[in-house]
């Protein structure tokens, strides 16, 4: 068992807790920064999606694992902001100008959606940014003369102050920092006052106003943060990809960004890139797999899609924290070893009362 | 005539969504949870039809039965096997959990040899037949829409409003705890909700095989029907078909009149407005939440 002893106030305000966790965080760091030089390209490619989807997921989880409010069109955030890095870099504007506008436009998108959060509720609320985000794919279909409609659009790859990022290895360096940043952005946040309001909202909303918590500011506040993250992921995820459609914002991405966070473990910021990291190795674990399985199993379309069906399903009923929360467990275990009693994180058994009616 | 046309046929299509709207509401009142697989279960329903009446057989009216019976009992075990475990959780957990049992769903039937992958056309004896009615077309798959959505809504409010397990059901919705002090036995009434549901479910499905195709992704009509549920307030029987006729007019006259593409955004434009204006819903309650 680790003992802190806290001998300086200053200790409070640090973001790693103890010589433990700066060694690990240095060491994934380390790995990260140098991986372009262990990888071979194609790993690679998909690590820096890993750290795309992280910066998506680093958004919805803090709409929905730190305010308490599920969006079901996330996906949308993403093509605005994809799609409004394409038109400005195709334009001619650099990269960080760019980038800054996606976010800007995703978190004005971002406000306007949460304005109903404040009357709707719950389901309502589901109900309303799945509709967002119809409308929203709908009408990237259809504004042809900006967006390319259905046929996609192209883009050129970013560019800044005349110097060109065209390798694999830059572009994985540019998201590694702008990934960075937005978790140690969120981990400020969430320790800040408007960070601490979004948790007080999630807990109770009742007792979160009247300790005097604005709801309305509060909640647009969290979906535009969100939506700026999701801008961001969505402007790096075009740039990676070099060519958008419509179809890649459509419902599923949205519920995919959603099975991220919940099988990553909602409200944690680890759970955020757990999330991805299991996202974007599903598929090639299930393609690896696949020549293992009788062919009639194996080659079938359907396979992905029931394997996602069946991880969900086992997480929410076995392990509703996620990944995290098994690591948690894991490491309460090793630290309490032998002490470890089997009830620790045993759930608390609790009866359903109607919202409608209270 | 042409605006009247356009009318009906936009009835039909919304008594289909008003038909998985009310598994929806069906399960909402009944545990107080959203169910995002009723969609995926209405696809299974009908599969289930298709396969008793190509692959076995069965007369119209025996592959019909069998299909809802077998989906009623789908749903009670469904609900036994992964529902009740986690009854009592925050409902978003239930929403996860159905969007995998919707995956789960689809990903087995698109995994059938053959089969699965396919596009079926359901062989109903009603096939094709068109009554004139003066001056107006109507076509009979959808007259048989209409009517069975018509019978069976009147069966749901009667089972809600003069049974006592309807009116356990919503004691259950309301409160579940203070329900089973009342004696109400809470877990097996929820089987109940969702057997029920999954057989209206399945009922929705063989109307609307003949009027599309059966494949593995018709589930995804499922998404329409939210908007329904919501316009109708989700937690009101009637509220689910009148919002489902809502939706469904509301998408073939903006499919008519309207310039492309807002065929398939009216029905979220439709609730976006209607979320705005009454976030309760037509039928929804007035009901403030209290500390």
Redesign the interface.
């Known amino acids: 068992m680790r003992f802190i002893f806290k001998t300086r106030y200053e200790q409070d305000l640090l973001l790693a807790k103890h010589g433990g966790q700066v060694f690990w965080y240095g060491a994934l760091l380390a790995l990260t920064l140098a991986a372009p030089w262990l990888f071979s390209e194609y790993w690679l490619a998909q690590l820096t999606f890993v750290l795309i989807y992280g910066i998506a997921g680093l958004g919805l989880m803090l709409l929905a694992g730190f305010t308490g409010l599920f969006s079901l069109g996330h996906a949308a955030f993403l093509g605005v902001g994809a799609y409004t890095q394409a038109v400005l870099t195709n334009a001619g504007l650099s990269f960080p100008l760019a980038l800054a506008c996606a976010a800007g436009l995703s978190a004005a998108a971002g406000w306007v959606v949460g304005l109903p959060a404040l009357r709707v509720k719950g389901i309502y609320l589901g109900m309303a940014t799945l509709s967002f985000g119809f409308i929203v794919e709908e009408g990237f279909a259809r504004w042809e003369s900006v967006t390319g409609g259905n046929a996609g659009i192209h883009l050129k790859p970013p560019s800044m102050l005349g110097w060109t990022l065209t390798s694999g290895e830059g572009f994985y360096f540019l998201c590694l920092g702008l990934a960075v940043l937005a978790t140690l952005g969120i981990l400020n946040l969430l320790r800040s006052p408007t960070g601490r309001a979004f948790v007080a909202i999630r807990d109770s909303e009742i007792s979160a106003q009247s300790m005097g918590i604005h709801l309305a500011r509060y909640k647009t506040l969290s979906f535009a943060l969100s939506a700026a993250l999701a801008g961001v992921a969505g402007a790096l995820y075009a740039h990676k990809l070099q060519f958008i459609s419509p179809d890649q914002f459509n419902v599923l991405q949205s519920i995919d960004l959603l099975l991220m966070i919940v099988i990553g473990g909602v409200g944690s910021v680890h759970g955020a890139f757990l999330g991805a990291i299991f996202l974007i190795s599903m598929p090639q674990v299930i393609a690896l797999g696949k020549d293992y399985l009788p062919a009639v199993v194996g080659q079938a379309p359907g396979l992905q899609g029931l394997v996602y069906g069946v991880v969900v399903i086992i997480f929410v009923l076995f392990e509703p924290m996620g990944l995290y929360g098994r690591w948690l467990k894991i490491r309460t275990y090793l630290q309490m070893f032998p002490f470890y009693r089997k009830g620790m994180f045993k759930r608390q058994k609790s009866f359903q009362k109607s919202d409608r009616l209270k | 005539m042409q605006f009247l046309q356009l009318v009906i046929s936009g009835i039909a299509q919304g008594c289909i969504y008003g038909l998985i709207a009310l598994g929806f509401v069906l399960i ?1 009142k009944g ?2 949870t ?1 169910s995002f697989a009723q969609g995926d279960l209405m696809m299974l329903g009908a599969f289930g039809g298709l396969a008793g009446l190509t692959f076995l057989g069965f007369p119209y009216w025996l592959a019909v039965l069998s299909a809802v019976a077998a989906m009623a009992l789908f749903g009670v075990v469904l609900e036994r096997l ?1 529902i009740r ?5 925050p ?7 159905t ?13 059938i ?1 053959d089969i ?2 396919d596009t079926h056309t359901l062989p109903v004896p009603y096939k094709d037949e068109i009554w004139s009615l003066a001056g107006l077309v109507l076509n009979v798959e959808q007259m048989v829409v209409i009517g069975a959505t018509a019978v069976l809504c009147l069966l749901l409010f009667a089972l809600f409003r003069y049974s006592k397990i309807g009116i356990a059901m919503q004691a259950v ?5 203070a329900a ?1 002090y009342m004696g109400i036995p809470v877990k097996r009434l929820n089987g109940l909700v969702w057997g029920l549901a999954s057989a209206v479910a399945a009922i929705a499905g063989l109307l609307l095989a003949p009027i599309t195709f059966v494949h ?1 992704n018709m589930g995804f009509i499922g ?1 329409k029907a ?2 329904a549920a ?1 316009v109708g307030g ?2 009101s029987l009637p509220g689910a078909i009148v919002g489902g006729l809502v939706i469904g007019i509301v998408e073939a006259l903006a499919g008519f009149y309207l310039p ?2 807002f065929k ?2 009216a029905p ?2 439709a ?2 407005i209607m ?2 204006v009454r ?1 309760n819903g037509l039928f929804g ?1 007035q ?1 403030r ?3």
Do not use: H, W
Not at chain 2, 85 to 89: A, E, K, R, S, T
Not at chain 2, 91 to 97: D, T
């Open positions: 909402y545990t107080e959203v992964v475990p986690i009854l009592g959780q409902a978003f957990s239930i929403v996860m959990l969007i995998g049992i919707g995956y789960v769903a689809r990903g087995l039937i698109t995994m040899p699965g992958t919705s309301q409160n579940q705890l089973y593995a998404l939210f908007p919501v989700f937690g492309d593409g398939d955004t979220y434009i609730v976006l979320l705005m976030p309650d009901l939440k209290k500390v």
